[in-house]
């Protein structure tokens, strides 16, 4: 079963958007759980990661302005996304930390414009 990320969008430099993800109980429950991020020509990176017990980190490029959360009741990992800049431009996905191929979904887009 793969992991569906969804409320991505179009918002302006400056904006806000929260992504969500829901995941089974059997991936969700024991990981870390991680929002990951491809922009156009680039690869996969990841932008911030929450452990099991609720422990956050950040990429550099994003602290201070994205915050991860989970609700382990709803076997659910968001993404707080504020200050949003043309630079977060991207594709956004969940997976686990580490990754596991066979569930990445199709992602969120997120476009960001200036």
């Known amino acids: 079963v793969q992991l569906q990320a969804s409320g991505g969008g179009l918002v302006q430099a400056g904006g806000s958007l929260r992504l969500s993800c829901a995941a089974s109980?059997?991936?969700?429950?024991?990981?870390?759980m991680g929002w990951y991020r491809q922009a156009p020509g680039k690869q996969r990176e990841l932008v911030a990661r929450?452990?099991?017990?609720?422990?956050?980190t950040y990429e550099d490029s994003v602290k201070g302005r994205f915050t991860i959360s989970r609700d382990n009741a709803k076997n659910t990992v968001y993404l707080q996304m504020n200050s949003l800049k043309p630079e977060d431009t991207a594709v956004y996905y969940c997976?686990?930390?580490?990754?596991?191929?066979?569930?990445w979904g199709q992602g969120t887009q997120v476009t960001v414009s200036s």
């Open positions: 109980r059997t991936i969700f429950s024991r990981n870390t």
């Open positions: 929450i452990s099991s017990g609720g422990t956050t």
């Open positions: 997976n686990t930390i580490p990754s596991i191929a066979s569930i």
